[in-house]
Structures are given as structure tokens and as C-alpha cells.
């Protein structure tokens, strides 16, 4: 696998509409929504709640943030199975005095029912965000070290004199158990979203600046055990004020990923590629404000392999990897920054 150094370089050279720009910006952006579902294997009414949040990220692309808070009794599991429970897991639970799943916080607002959610993601991103948020992430496959740059730039005046910044780590698909009372249960279901640390305390890392045209940039750092597969884990990043709402929050490959940048309009263009990794197609979504756009597909020495022209109504865009040799590339497109992802 290619040394992040030769991953950043690929970012760089792969395509010259890329913007010198910090990772955050200080164009003002829209608020993104992030999703803490409170879910369980044993659970057998989430399945219904798992494939409402899947159809809102369908919806919402890059603008909507989902993750598996696995807890409760439910949650313990089966023999053979893995557990998906985590300390910061059972204190979200107990700080949302969460007494049945599924439930759901939307930016960390109220816990709401999956029939909610749809409502509220959309009433979220609706209003403006005072602060712009960047992610970046390096691993190196040596040392198993995982480190997340996140900068913010404040484009207005948060609500609170201090805000958090918190970090945390989700695998993208977990074959395991489920149960499902509406189609019985399920030996080898896909858990998405499934949430595995938090890289930051809890409660989150202080911001004690909070005044339009601050800029903040934290580095953090931590070390992935060997029994996780570092190409299926997710690095989810937000920013929010303190003991109140979430302004922004991203989802970024763990291996070399970077924050989608944002056009003229503020929208996402592309979404993140999958399957990770890719065997014969990589799909990535395109949104309507990508629709049309050229996106090209480069490997870790910044050279361009692959280019296709986007769905010109958005949609999913479909690239033929099976000839490619298995290894880290980045793909992305003019206005938005690249994303790296796994062909094997």
C-alpha cells in the first residue's frame, strides 16, 4: 500500500481544479446533520429504523452524518458474534436516557422515533452554520497510527461563547446478527455505521474562540487495533456548541481521507465511493449540483488512470476498476476535493 506521503501527493497532482484553500474555507457553508441512531442486534424493530437512515443519507448525500450507537440489553451478543457495545456508546445512552430502541438524536437534539427523522434532519439543514468544518486523515499501515487533522473557520458568531469539537470511529459493514421481526432473522447481516471509539473525550474537544474569523486547527491521534480492518473504517468528524446543537459534522475514509469541498452553492458533488474496497465497479454518487461534471480517477503517484462525465442529472456514477491494480487511489472532480478509495 502507498505511503500517505504518496497518497497527499496524489491529491495534489491528480487534479489541477483543486483549491489551495484550507480544508475548512471561509466561504460560509450550510449546516450538515449528523445521526446518532440508537440501535441493537437483538433489536428486531431496527432493521426498519436502519433502512430509514440509509434512504435519508440517499436523500441528503455528504450532507447527512449517520451513526450506530449500539447499547442496551439487546445489544449483548449472541455467542460467536462480535460486540458492538463501546464505553462511549453506554454513556451516550445514559446521557439520552435512552430506554428503548430504535431511537435517534439529530444533531444532538431530543432523542426522536425513525418516523421523526426525516422531519427533523431536514428542519436542521435548513438553518445556517456559524463555523465551517474540514477533515483530513492519515493511517499509517507501519505503526496502525491514525491522525486527524479538523479545522474549523468561524464565518459567524456561535450561539455559545465555547464550542466542542469531537472525533469518533465507525466501520462501514459489519457481518453479523440480526434480529428482524418483520422478515425473521438474519445470520450475516450488514451493520453500517457501526460506532467502534471516540477519538476525542465524550464530551468533546473545547473551542474557547468563537468569533467570525477565528480559524482553528487540531491535530488528534490514535492507535487502531490490528483486529480492525483500517480500509473499512470511517472517520466521523462535527462541531458543535457546547451542551447544544451540532453545526457541521463529516464522514471521511479513515485511509487518507479528505473532506468534499463545496461549490459556489454550498452543496455537495460527490458522495463517498463504494464498495470499499472496489472489486469490479466503483460506484460514486453525484448530486444534482455535480451532475455533468468530469470526474477523474488517479493512482498514488497522481497519475490519471481513469475519466467519466457524471450522470448529467446526477445519480450514480459507474467506473470499471476490474483492469486497474489493486492499491490506493483518488478520485474527485472540479469544485470538490479528492477522496481516496481502496481497488483490490
Same mark, same amino acid.
Given at each position: ?8 501527493? &496524489?491529491?495534489?497532482? /491528480?487534479?489541477?481544479?483543486? #483549491? ?6 471561509? $466561504?460560509? %457553508? ?10 441493537? $442486534?437483538?433489536?428486531?424493530? /431496527?432493521?426498519? $429504523? ?24 439487546? &445489544? ?47 428542519? *436542521? ?12 486523515? =492519515?493511517?499509517? =499501515? ?23 469539537? @469531537? *472525533? ?18 438474519? #445470520? ?18 473545547? =473551542? ?82 455535480? $451532475?455533468?461534471? #468530469? =470526474? %477523474? ?42 477522496? @481516496?478509495?481502496?481497488?483490490?
Amino acid at each position: 500500500m502507498p505511503s500517505p506521503y504518496m497518497l497527499l501527493v &496524489a491529491f495534489i497532482l /491528480c487534479s489541477t481544479a483543486l #483549491s489551495a484553500q484550507d480544508l475548512a474555507g471561509a $466561504a460560509p %457553508r450550510d449546516r450538515t446533520a449528523l445521526l446518532e441512531e440508537f440501535t441493537a $442486534a437483538g433489536c428486531g424493530n /431496527c432493521p426498519v $429504523a436502519h433502512a430509514t437512515a440509509d434512504a435519508l443519507v440517499t436523500v441528503h448525500g455528504a450532507r447527512l452524518v449517520v451513526v450506530g450507537v449500539h447499547g442496551g440489553a439487546l &445489544a449483548a451478543p449472541n455467542s460467536g458474534q462480535p460486540d458492538f457495545r463501546t464505553t462511549d456508546g453506554a454513556a451516550l445512552w445514559q446521557s439520552f436516557d435512552i430506554q428503548f430502541q430504535p431511537q435517534g438524536t439529530v444533531n444532538r437534539q431530543l432523542p426522536q422515533t425513525a418516523e421523526q427523522w426525516a422531519g427533523q434532519v431536514q428542519e *436542521v439543514l435548513d438553518d445556517p452554520s456559524p463555523v465551517n468544518l474540514g477533515v483530513a486523515s =492519515v493511517f499509517d =499501515v507501519n505503526t496502525r497510527q491514525l491522525t486527524v487533522q479538523v479545522e474549523l473557520y468561524y464565518t459567524g458568531s456561535s450561539a455559545t461563547p465555547m464550542d466542542r469539537i @469531537s *472525533v469518533m470511529l465507525t466501520q462501514g459493514s459489519v457481518v453479523a446478527f440480526q434480529q428482524d421481526y418483520a422478515n425473521g432473522p438474519h #445470520s450475516a447481516y450488514h451493520h453500517r455505521h457501526v460506532l467502534r471509539d471516540h477519538v476525542t473525550p465524550l464530551e468533546g474537544d473545547m =473551542v474557547d474562540v468563537t468569533s467570525p474569523g477565528t480559524l482553528v486547527q487540531r491535530t488528534y491521534s490514535t492507535a487502531v487495533p490490528e483486529a480492525w480492518d483500517a480500509v473499512d473504517l470511517r472517520v466521523v468528524a462535527f462541531v458543535r456548541a457546547q451542551d447544544g446543537e451540532v453545526y457541521q459534522a463529516y464522514d471521511i475514509p479513515a485511509v487518507g481521507g479528505i473532506s468534499s469541498g463545496m461549490d459556489q452553492g454550498h452543496a455537495p458533488l460527490l458522495g463517498s465511493a463504494f464498495p470499499v474496497p472496489a472489486h469490479e465497479v466503483l460506484f460514486i454518487p453525484v448530486t444534482a449540483a455535480g $451532475a455533468g461534471r #468530469s =470526474v %477523474r480517477l488517479c493512482d498514488a503517484q497522481g497519475r490519471l488512470v481513469l475519466e467519466q462525465r457524471a450522470p448529467p442529472n446526477g445519480g450514480t456514477l459507474a467506473l470499471d476498476v476490474s483492469s486497474l491494480a489493486p492499491g490506493v487511489y483518488a478520485f474527485g472532480c472540479a469544485g470538490a476535493q479528492m477522496q @481516496s478509495v481502496i481497488v483490490r
